[in-house]
């Protein structure tokens, strides 16, 4: 990708960003050269996302070494415990992070009136398959064992 990337601000987005690249973006190159880029494409399309919603609680946590960012729809808490849902972040177990997909956690947790876990797993190829599965169950173990300070229901 050697062209400058223009933000994406409107539902065209898309289609600027080939014209503006000269087709369709592939990410090249080794494991590095490709996150490289990939966070590139991300810096490019995030200022056309709208701002974070106040109808979802954030919070960023940590169990067992492992990242979470829960996701609680202000809507739900006065009515109690909420149901669970667990996000893995794409990027083909290679690439991604939590912010990568915060903007569409929100909406899911908000629309959906669900509290929503994403889990900030390893990435390959430093870490193999399934670290990335393994990783994601622990966060889930660890919110059935505070399952209270969580808020969800069971």
């Not at 808490?77 to 149901?83: D, I, V």
């Not at 959906?112 to 670290?131: F, M, Q």
Request: charged share 20%.
């Amino acid at each position: 990708m050697n062209k400058a990337i223009p933000p994406c601000t409107d539902l065209d987005c898309f289609c600027q960003l080939e014209a503006a690249t000269g087709g369709r973006v592939a990410l090249q190159g080794g494991v590095s050269d490709i996150r490289a880029q990939f966070a590139g494409l991300f810096a490019a399309l995030s200022p056309g996302y709208p701002p974070p919603s106040d109808a979802v609680e954030v919070a960023n946590g940590n169990a067992q070494g492992l990242g979470y960012r829960i996701y609680t729809p202000q809507s739900g808490k006065a009515a109690g415990r909420l149901p669970l849902g667990v996000f893995m972040h794409g990027g083909g177990f290679i690439l991604g992070d939590l912010d990568g997909e915060d903007f569409l956690c929100r909406e899911f947790a908000e629309k959906a009136g669900t509290i929503l876990i994403s889990v900030d797993y390893r990435l390959a190829p430093e870490h193999e398959h399934p670290a990335q599965l393994k990783d994601t169950m622990t966060i889930i173990e660890w919110v059935c064992l505070n399952i209270g300070s969580v808020g969800v229901s069971c």
